[in-house]
């Protein structure tokens, strides 16, 4: 006589051979060495781009980023481009805690969190859109910790991987791939992704001066409730991993037993 499943079994995916529905690689979106090699292309060509217009200029390079960084400062042109290189840092490997830092020294606190919160939401729109258009399915992946808890409860599931700073990309591509409901989804990303992106923008919002003249100084009242931040992130972090058994090994790659 079959066993009957409970309902929380039923919303998972079946999984009947171990060796077919392992995951063998990270649970993130799939980046080609090609595509790294090109990444890393991109960076040194623009680095170089960027002395050599600043010898022909006959300026410094430091004169030069000076009047990049007043340029992203005014008008509307500098936050669009901005937003647009948010939108393409998964594609080029650029970090987005770099970004969010400078958001913080360009716009200030406020105006930085706000700014760097819509910015983050849409990057991770483009990586969930890319996890639903890839042809990997639910069924194809392995039993795994964070999958379940995906398909049983989204909402808290990435609200707990947003405060435990889990990788952000991993979360959106799984989320895009599992076809989670978008709206719990970027209603956790924004909650639990506050405190974090809020750290970031403090420091960059401390950073205050002019990078021409070398006359920087720094507000020790953003450093301090920056550090309160991480602090506080890191208790809440390891109370989470107790409470809820949300281990790093949920979103490590596995490997395929024999």
């Known amino acids: 006589m079959p066993a009957t499943r409970s309902s929380q079994d039923a919303a998972t995916p079946?999984?009947?051979?171990?060796?077919?529905?392992?995951?063998?690689?990270?649970?993130?979106?799939?980046?080609?060495?090609?595509?790294?090699?090109?990444?890393?292309?991109?960076?040194?060509g623009l680095i170089a781009a960027f002395w050599i217009y600043a010898l022909q200029q006959e300026v410094s390079p430091v004169v030069q980023l000076a009047n990049l960084i007043g340029a992203l400062q005014t008008g509307w042109l500098g936050p669009l481009i901005l937003f647009?290189?948010?939108?393409?840092?998964?594609?080029?490997?650029?970090?987005?805690?770099?970004?969010?830092?400078?958001?913080?020294?360009?716009?200030?606190?406020v105006g930085g969190y706000l700014f760097t919160t819509v910015a983050?939401?849409?990057?991770?729109?483009?990586?969930?859109?890319?996890?639903?258009?890839?042809?990997t399915s639910a069924h194809q992946l392995s039993e795994r910790s964070l999958v379940k808890r995906l398909l049983a409860n989204s909402f808290e599931t990435v609200l707990t991987a947003r405060l435990l700073f889990v990788p952000g990309d991993i979360i959106n591509y799984m989320c895009g791939l599992l076809r989670v409901n978008v709206r719990?989804?970027?209603?956790?990303?924004?909650?639990?992704?506050?405190?974090?992106?809020?750290?970031?923008?403090?420091?960059?919002?401390?950073?205050e001066g002019d990078f021409e003249a070398r006359s920087i100084s720094l507000r020790p009242a953003y450093l301090v409730g920056s550090l309160l931040l991480l602090i506080t992130s890191l208790g809440l972090s390891q109370w989470l991993r107790k409470r809820r058994g949300f281990e790093p090994d949920d979103v490590q790659p596995t490997q395929d037993s024999a």
């Open 14 to 44: 079946a999984s009947t051979d171990t060796n077919s529905t392992a995951f063998d690689t990270t649970l993130g979106p799939k980046i080609p060495n090609s595509l790294k090699l090109v990444a890393l292309l991109f960076w040194a």
């Open 84 to 109: 647009m290189v948010y939108l393409l840092r998964p594609f080029v490997q650029l970090p987005v805690t770099l970004l969010t830092l400078l958001c913080g020294f360009l716009y200030g606190a």
């Open 120 to 135: 983050i939401l849409a990057s991770s729109l483009v990586i969930y859109a890319l996890g639903m258009l890839a042809s």
């Open 184 to 207: 719990p989804f970027l209603v956790a990303s924004l909650i639990g992704g506050a405190p974090g992106a809020l750290m970031v923008v403090l420091v960059g919002a401390s950073i």
